[in-house]
């Protein structure tokens, strides 16, 4: 007798698509801030806030979200808007012309995992009530779970005032993954995934193969007792300033090695300071610097959006990254070398050359390598875009 079986999802699935996938930190926040831009925020920002237990906070002023919209969107691992022909509605584009979609393969906001294992989610969207969620990421490191055996903890609530006095009930409900009162089976099958895996650490401490402090069920109650989240936190979203009726931010707490090190006043050794440069260079120019006013034809266009990465010692902000502190493209205009120009959706350059510092008189014109085949399909075309190279000669001697 054939039957039809479903696939069956572990909770490690979503470790897999989210912090693994990964490269580092500063790709998060560029993931995370791109989530930002497809929301029509005008400003984003990440906050790293010192004190015991140092909080970095993202928050944007793009449309937010509903209870609802968390529910059927964020919590969907997968939604993927670029698979439809949805767009976003007017209403929600905050004045703001059309943008193309940044975000790739719906995972976006599982960069979160990177940053931190806790995550206090607060959302608003203008006309309807604030929506809040935590999650701790270490859930869904558990082999031993069930995608479906892990609950989120949610709350919607009418006045920000009011976040703070929630939290204590979004913590219960979330140690609730771990045994629930409420839910005996439910309780009978959280209880054994992590006995499983605290016998699991146990075995892999023994063998030196642990990258766990402790049981991982233990490290997770402990860590949910003295998680705390102030209000200066949350100071700098638009939202709790006034400055914005909409937007979300995303409050990680126990935040990695990458983030701690930009709160060091001085830099101790060389992997701190090459943790701090890959930080400065992924992020430092995170809109188009090759914007050229004076070329109003070319494709690439000044962007309402701005952007910014503060460190707070106390309730001193130092500015690390922002809109302001990124070059342009007057940098490099009187740099020897340069191409600029157009590659066409046939991949094919048209445009101007300098070499030594004297421009060639007419127009350049590179084709393709002849065995390179060319995507034609519209979600893989490969243009057009515009090309901007600049370099020069340095001599050593």
């Excluded at 922002?322 to 066409?344: A, N, V, Y």
Aim: hydrophobic share 40%; proline share 5%; net charge negative.
């Amino acid at each position: 007798m054939i039957t039809g079986v479903a696939f069956q999802t572990k909770a490690r699935t979503v470790d897999h698509l989210g912090r693994e996938q990964i490269a580092d930190t500063p790709t998060a926040i560029s993931e995370l801030w791109k989530n930002a831009f497809d929301a029509y925020a005008r400003n984003v920002a990440l906050d790293i806030f010192d004190g015991a237990t140092p909080v970095a906070v993202i928050e944007d002023d793009g449309h937010g979200m509903s209870r609802d919209e968390f529910v059927s969107r964020w919590l969907v691992v997968g939604t993927e808007s670029k698979a439809t022909t949805e767009r976003t509605p007017m209403k929600d584009r905050n004045g703001l012309g059309l943008r193309p979609r940044q975000g790739q393969k719906g995972i976006g906001r599982l960069s979160c995992a990177n940053l931190g294992p806790i995550l206090l989610l607060v959302s608003k969207r203008q006309g309807a009530p604030f929506v809040a969620a935590l999650v701790d990421w270490r859930l869904f490191e558990n082999p031993f779970l069930n995608l479906s055996d892990i609950q989120i903890p949610v709350v919607d609530f009418d006045l920000k005032e009011e976040l703070f006095d929630q939290l204590p009930g979004l913590i219960e409900g979330l140690v609730r993954n771990l045994n629930d009162p409420e839910d005996t089976a439910r309780s009978r099958r959280l209880e054994a995934a992590w006995a499983a895996y605290d016998r699991l650490y146990e075995t892999e401490h023994v063998e030196g193969r642990s990258n766990k402090l402790g049981a991982p069920s233990l490290e997770l109650r402990s860590s949910m007792e003295i998680l705390k989240f102030e209000p200066r936190h949350v100071s700098q979203w638009p939202v709790w300033s006034g400055e914005s009726e909409h937007g979300t931010a995303l409050l990680v707490s126990g935040i990695n090695y990458d983030l701690q090190v930009e709160l060091e006043m001085e830099i101790a050794d060389s992997t701190a300071r090459a943790a701090r440069d890959r930080f400065f260079e992924t992020l430092t120019s995170f809109v188009d610097p090759f914007v050229d006013p004076l070329n109003p034809e070319a494709r690439a266009v000044e962007l309402d959006f701005d952007y910014a990465v503060r460190t707070w010692h106390g309730d001193v902000p130092e500015l690390v990254v922002g809109s302001e502190k990124q070059f342009d493209r007057r940098l490099l205009d009187g740099l020897e070398h340069q191409i600029i120009g157009t590659i066409d959706k046939n991949g094919v350059f048209s445009g101007r050359v300098k070499a030594f510092g004297n421009w060639i008189e007419d127009t350049c014109s590179i084709d393709p390598p002849r065995d390179l085949a060319i995507p034609t399909r519209v979600d893989t075309e490969v243009g057009p875009f515009d090309m901007y190279i600049a370099s020069m000669d340095v001599d050593f001697h």
